[in-house]
């Protein structure tokens, strides 16, 4: 008989921590899960989920305007907020409850509350002590605010969803993934926006090029774009209406402001330190390669570990964990250079690998190949849209080191090209793959002459 109560208790029922906990109590591990919020963790609630239905609406007026050139008229276009996001809320509940059967089927105990660490091998959740072997902490991220005056009037992705009215004229701040979803989500139901950063150019971090088309782009659809600028104070008015002051002096008048500046380990307040937890200076747990902390019976993985924020790397970190700790290790760490992504932003982008920059960087000797064009639909809509498609490839061995797309569903296209690429696909295997006619993919496989060598 264990003098544990559990072999693991896991905290946080996000996507890592409901993966782990129900993979784990399939081996026969006798399993705790706690949750104070809502079950699925940030994707299913106030992330990709409820993210990705916002953009589909936002992307329905301009697919209404588009069919006029092929002889489709719908008529004036309304857009009702309320339905949206009650529609959405619905949704959202039935996913709780998938969540929940999940976790109950799998034989797991989940417990509704806030779980503290309070040593090695033990948590309190309310008035319960409980013990366990091993704790697995997977409890994600928190958005920030800036401390500037007036920043309560703000709204982080957190509450974006969930507005009571919807606005008609938006600020986001931030240059990231969230921001630059946000302002097109924004625009493309109907709100005047801004997208005001800091820096030179968003999405920092992507192929240069890329972020460059993009911006392009997205003004083109509407967002207002002010770089090198950021807030410095917000005064609520008595209409309900917000100004914004910016750094340059310059003032907004906005009925939402949202703040997209980044998120932070939630960390805070978790009692790690009483089980000899080291964090870094964000917040985040440190944890070497098998996702174990400096407290060997304490691991963590997805946001809270600060690698990459995604909700496919978590699932892959807890499968691979629970492998680790419960099963053969068969399962491969996850291979963080090759991860591929999409920001749903207005077009779209889909990233594997290298940008032209990092491959730079590296000492790599490449070849650069890049179609820029109009895809076929907009030859009758009317859109002045254009498609950004790159190969970036490595002289010599043909490896490709890097894909990148902006167009119409960049990330349905880039999920299928990771595959051959992650299977060792060179340019070579690219150009004697026949391609899809008429499809805007297939100028993957069409792409012959290099735009530019370089290093």
Not at 19 to 29: E, N, S
Not at 147 to 176: C, W, Y
Not at 177 to 182: L, N, Q, R, S, T
Not at 211 to 228: D, I, M, Q
Request: one cysteine or more.
């Amino acid at each position: 008989m264990s003098q544990y109560d559990y072999d693991l208790f896991v905290i946080g029922a996000g996507s890592g921590g409901v993966r782990a906990a129900r993979m784990a109590a399939a081996r026969g591990v006798r399993v705790a899960i706690a949750e104070d919020l809502h079950l699925g963790g940030t994707c299913v609630n106030v992330g990709c989920v409820p993210k990705k239905l916002y953009v589909y609406a936002s992307e329905y007026r301009q697919g209404i305007e588009d069919a006029r050139g092929f002889g489709v008229d719908a008529g004036d276009i309304s857009f009702d907020w309320p339905t949206l996001r009650d529609n959405k809320k619905t949704e959202i509940s039935r996913l709780n409850g998938i969540y929940g059967n999940l976790l109950s089927n799998s034989g797991c105990d989940l417990i509704n509350g806030r779980a503290v660490v309070t040593g090695p091998h033990a948590v309190r959740v309310g008035e319960r002590e409980i013990s366990a072997e091993r704790i697995l902490v997977a409890v994600g991220g928190w958005p920030q605010l800036p401390e500037i005056p007036g920043a309560e009037h703000a709204i982080t992705s957190n509450e974006v969803f969930d507005l009571e009215t919807f606005p008609k004229r938006a600020m986001v701040v931030g240059g990231g993934y969230i921001a630059v979803e946000f302002a097109g989500i924004f625009a493309g139901l109907g709100a005047q926006t801004e997208l005001v950063y800091r820096g030179d150019l968003f999405l920092r971090g992507f192929d240069l090029e890329v972020r460059e088309f993009t911006a392009t782009e997205v003004a083109r659809k509407g967002v207002k774009l002010s770089f090198n600028d950021d807030p410095v104070k917000i005064v609520k008015n008595a209409d309900g209406s917000l100004s914004v002051t910016l750094k340059s002096g310059e003032v907004r008048e906005v009925d939402q402001i949202l703040y997209a500046i980044g998120r932070v380990p939630k960390t805070a307040n978790l009692g790690l330190e009483s089980a000899g937890v080291e964090l870094n200076a964000r917040g985040a747990i440190i944890v070497n390669e098998q996702f174990q902390s400096s407290a060997p019976s304490v691991y963590a993985l997805g946001d809270v570990i600060d690698r990459v924020q995604l909700t496919p790397v978590a699932l892959a970190e807890a499968m691979a964990l629970v492998d680790q700790l419960y099963g053969d290790a068969s399962t491969p760490m996850p291979n963080y250079k090759m991860i591929a992504t999409a920001v749903f932003c207005q077009p779209n982008i889909g990233t594997l690998g290298l940008s032209e920059e990092e491959a730079v960087e590296q000492g790599l000797k490449i070849d650069v190949y890049v179609s820029d064009f109009r895809a076929m639909r907009h030859t009758l809509s009317g859109s002045q849209e254009r498609t950004l498609m790159k190969l970036i490839v490595e002289q010599g061995s043909e490896r490709i080191v890097g894909i990148h797309m902006v167009g119409a569903d960049a990330g349905e296209i880039m999920q299928g090209l990771s595959v051959a690429v992650t299977a060792g696909a060179t340019k070579t295997d690219f150009d004697r793959t026949i391609g899809i006619h008429p499809t805007a993919a297939e100028e993957f496989v069409t792409m012959r002459t290099k735009t530019r060598s370089v290093g």
